[in-house]
């Protein structure tokens, strides 16, 4: 197999997208903010319109020929001027098949190098007992700034985060 092509997802890439991203939330639902039921409720139109939200809401995709078997996510949610340096690293998923052969470094590192263009720090969270993701994150220069307890509550259980950040600023 040729080796996997990460991109950014586009419009059209909405079906395969929807498809992961439900099987991630299935699969993981204490990795991730978002929860199942919700995102199963949303249409495929929410989520056509979620990528095309240009430079400071996107996210990149790895593929294996035509079948999308990975994401990292990239978003800015607060515009006002005070906050707009600020960005957050979401939705980081590499399908079950496919982990352990640099996927999930190699599609961080792709929003890391599209960050580094729009803000200055680049937040992200993960469960403390997340050891994958947060190797993954440390190794390429995240490091710890707080934690939060009872981050999630996840079918009554509480699953406390780690708040890590890369500052480009301090990078440079
Ligand atoms: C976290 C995740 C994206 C890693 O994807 P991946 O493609 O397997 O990762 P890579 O092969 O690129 O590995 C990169 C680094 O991650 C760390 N890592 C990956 N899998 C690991 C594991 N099972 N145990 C410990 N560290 C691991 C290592 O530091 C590894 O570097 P190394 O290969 O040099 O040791 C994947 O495990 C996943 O999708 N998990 C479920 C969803 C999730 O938890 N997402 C993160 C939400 S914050």
Redesign the pocket.
């Known amino acids: 197999m040729d080796a996997p092509i990460i991109r950014l997802l586009r419009p059209d890439d909405a079906g395969a997208y929807r498809t992961l991203r439900l099987q991630?939330l299935r699969d993981?639902p204490e990795?991730?903010g978002a929860s199942h039921e919700d995102e199963a409720a949303r249409s495929l139109d929410m989520t056509t319109r979620r990528l095309d939200g240009g430079p400071l809401n996107c996210v990149f995709g790895a593929f294996a020929g035509e079948n999308l078997i990975g994401t990292a996510g990239f978003i800015v949610p607060d515009r006002s001027p005070k906050s707009r340096h600020k960005g957050l690293l979401v939705g980081?998923?590499?399908a079950p098949a496919h982990?352990?052969?640099?996927?999930?470094?190699a599609l961080v590192k792709a929003v890391i190098d599209h960050a580094r263009a729009h803000v200055v720090l680049l937040q992200a969270a993960?469960g403390v007992a997340?050891?994958?993701?947060l190797?993954?994150y440390e190794?390429l220069g995240f490091r710890h700034y707080g934690r939060e307890d009872k981050a999630l509550r996840v079918d009554g259980v509480f699953i406390d985060e780690a708040l890590i950040v890369l500052d480009f600023a301090a990078d440079a």
């Not at 982990?99 to 470094?105: A, K, P, S, V, Y």
């Not at 997340?130 to 993701?133: I, L, S």
């Open positions: 991630a993981h990795a991730f980081v998923h590499v982990r352990g052969h640099g996927l999930g470094r993960a997340n050891a994958p993701a190797r993954l190794s």
